[in-house]
């Protein structure tokens, strides 16, 4: 048998720098809405549709892709993505180049949504590296070691919401989307060369049998191993009901995660205009808040509970969505946005924390189902905040947060429920309920 590659903290590195690179597209046209708007006759629904198209095939792929880590380990899965979304930029960078400005027609709207699509494949990369990191870690240190996944991937889109204004006002839009290009390839890159399996899926690799390649793996403290086949896993996770209540709960603070960083931009300039630097620093007070604050809501959970981490992470979400949406004071809705970061942002590692813990036997494609269908979210939302504001005009730009104040209060009711329900018996680790 070959030397075991990697350490638990590697692993942790290498998927977490994979995770940096690839979410970045969350904040793709969030910063630009407004170049492209200028040139192509766009509604507030389209708008919201171009924002939030990196997020459908970054929510949908997570569920494939985090179930294929049971099989083969994150590595693979992770340089797939990466590569999908590599093409995507390049052919969107392409695109600016040779059309921007004049050749900007509405007849590329199309095309602009199914570049932004493939972008998003690196935001898939989140339910890849939960496996991953997952199967590193044993029970006990699951919670601080996703959250620091997590915490520290989820940073990118807040950093590019600031830098992408910068880089436009000094590269333009096709010097902008050229220099992400090259930032990406090099993510890409730098995933290949430190990239590591649990020491399960590399004694796999090897020849060597499941059976004994689990018992090698527990000497080098490895706690959890896959159920099975991809469609295994998925069925396994599937046939919990938790998976489900899991996925509702991520819907709200992930998917809603996704979405208002993808849609801030949006109402800053267009509901208090503010110039697009001061916007995109408004959009990465709120992303870099709620990603940071993941870290220490990883700890929380590991001490307190993920129950009772997420129950308290939902109050702090519906009062500041409620201030949010009655808001017509910037100062107000800087204090309510910072609110909306720190509640969705102890919720999201709240529910990784718990997905380990309740689906044990199929964590990939528990995280797959969760990952996946709670970050649609990121896709659905944006497209119904432009249909609100087409409605009720500029006040629509406010009063769309109420969604996420309505997604908090049955968040909150569904992470009661988990309280008063019991653990699966073949998790070990005691987690205070």
Not at 41 to 47: D, E, G, M, R, V
Not at 111 to 129: D, E, M, N, Q, R
Not at 195 to 220: S, T
Request: hydrophobic residues 55%.
């Amino acid at each position: 048998m070959n030397p075991i590659k990697g350490t638990p903290s590697s692993g942790l590195s290498g998927a977490t720098l994979g995770f940096f690179f690839g979410f970045a597209a969350v904040a793709l046209f969030g910063p630009t809405a407004g170049k492209f708007k200028q040139v192509m006759p766009l509604s507030p629904a389209q708008i919201g549709l171009l924002v939030a198209a990196p997020a459908l095939s970054g929510s949908l792929l997570r569920i494939p892709f985090a179930a294929w880590v049971d099989t083969t380990g994150g590595r693979k899965p992770f340089l797939v993505l990466l590569v999908l979304s590599l093409l995507g930029m390049f052919g969107l960078t392409l695109v600016i180049f040779t059309r921007y400005p004049e050749g900007m027609t509405a007849s590329l709207y199309p095309l602009l949504i199914l570049l932004g699509v493939l972008c998003g494949c690196g935001i898939a990369t989140f339910s890849v590296g939960i496996g991953q990191v997952s199967y590193w870690y044993p029970m006990a240190q699951q919670g601080q070691a996703l959250g620091i996944f997590a915490g520290i991937g989820n940073l990118a889109p807040g950093i590019f919401s600031f830098l992408l204004p910068l880089a436009l006002a000094r590269l333009q839009l096709g010097g902008a989307y050229l220099a992400w290009l090259l930032f990406l390839a090099a993510g890409t890159l730098l995933y290949f060369w430190i990239g590591r399996n649990a020491p399960f899926f590399q004694m796999v690799a090897q020849g060597i049998v499941p059976e004994q390649a689990k018992v090698a793996a527990r000497e080098h403290a490895q706690e959890l191993f896959p159920a099975g086949s991809l469609k295994i896993s998925l069925a396994h996770s599937a046939r919990t009901w938790k998976t489900w209540v899991l996925v509702a709960i991520y819907f709200t603070t992930f998917g809603g995660f996704i979405a208002m960083t993808a849609w801030l931009p949006v109402y800053w300039t267009s509901y208090f205009e503010v110039s697009p630097v001061r916007a995109g620093f408004l959009t990465a007070l709120y992303s870099i808040l709620a990603s940071l604050i993941r870290v220490f809501g990883g700890r929380i959970a590991d001490r307190s509970g993920g129950e009772n981490t997420a129950i308290g992470s939902m109050l702090v979400m519906l009062v500041g969505a409620l201030l949010m949406g009655f808001s017509a004071s910037l100062p107000l809705s800087v204090l309510a946005e910072v609110l909306m970061a720190v509640g969705m942002g102890v919720g999201n590692a709240a529910v990784f924390k718990l997905v380990p813990q309740e689906v044990p036997d199929a964590v990939g494609g528990a995280a797959g189902w969760v990952g996946g269908l709670g970050a649609f979210g990121g896709f659905a939302i944006p497209p119904l905040l432009g249909e609100i504001v087409r409605n009720l005009g500029p006040s629509g730009y406010a009063r769309g947060f109420l969604i996420f104040a309505m997604l908090a209060l049955a968040s909150l009711l569904l992470a009661w429920v988990l309280k008063k329900t019991p653990t699966p018996a073949s998790v070990t680790a005691e987690t205070p309920r």
